[in-house]
């Protein structure tokens, strides 16, 4: 029997790409899953194919995760809603580029974590959060969507000794560059014909599975085209009082 067979699960951002492939993954591991989305056109469709729950779910609205978080008793959750963002010359960056940014992808994980750690404390729950390689190494091609990697990484590896203190374990999970519609239409075969290495979204969601059975809080899985699966170290800071 799977570890997630019979478990409550959701997955955000999971109309498509990854969420979608995780959802997929999990259902066919015996869970019951809610997927969540803002495309509703994707999302309903793919919950009905696979026999999964759906619900509309902007993972920026903290009113919103209250609500979710308390429909079910969840055992296992998977926060990877995500935007991108790149741009040309910073002095054009609008505004509502950045907060759009920041607000789903550190935002967002914020508001589950915490609303999520509602239902899973002192009864038990895992967390991962997809992050990004670019959360570990500069991105120069998109600074501010590499920023809010970054974030993600620092909350992971900051909040998650609490959590676990009260039975819930925060991990995450850093693909590199994924074949999924966030490089729009035959985006993933244009980054192959530019030399590029893409992974396939089942890769990252078997990550997931992954990261969601690991008993040590707070540890940073990677997954790139053609290296295994690792467990990223990432090494102390000589001096730090914290």
Known sequence: MSAFTGKQVL????????GEATARLLRNEGAHVLITDI??????????????????LDVRDS???VAIAASRPWDFAVLNAGAGARFEDLREVPDELFETVMDTNIGG????TRELFRSMADRGG????????AGLAAHVQSPIYGASKWATIGWIRSIAPSLFEKGVILNGVCPGLVDTPILGPGGGERMRQMGFKVIDAIEVAQAHLASLQHQEPGTIFTVQAEIPVGIQALQPVTGYQG
């Open 11 to 18: 997955v955000t951002g999971a109309a498509s790409g990854i």
């Open 39 to 56: 495309n509703d056109e994707l999302g309903a469709p793919v919950a009905a194919e696979i026999g999964a729950d759906y619900q509309h």
């Open 63 to 65: 009113a919103a995760w």
């Open 109 to 112: 994980v914020f508001y589950g």
């Open 126 to 133: 895992a967390i991962s959060v997809t992050s990004s390689i």
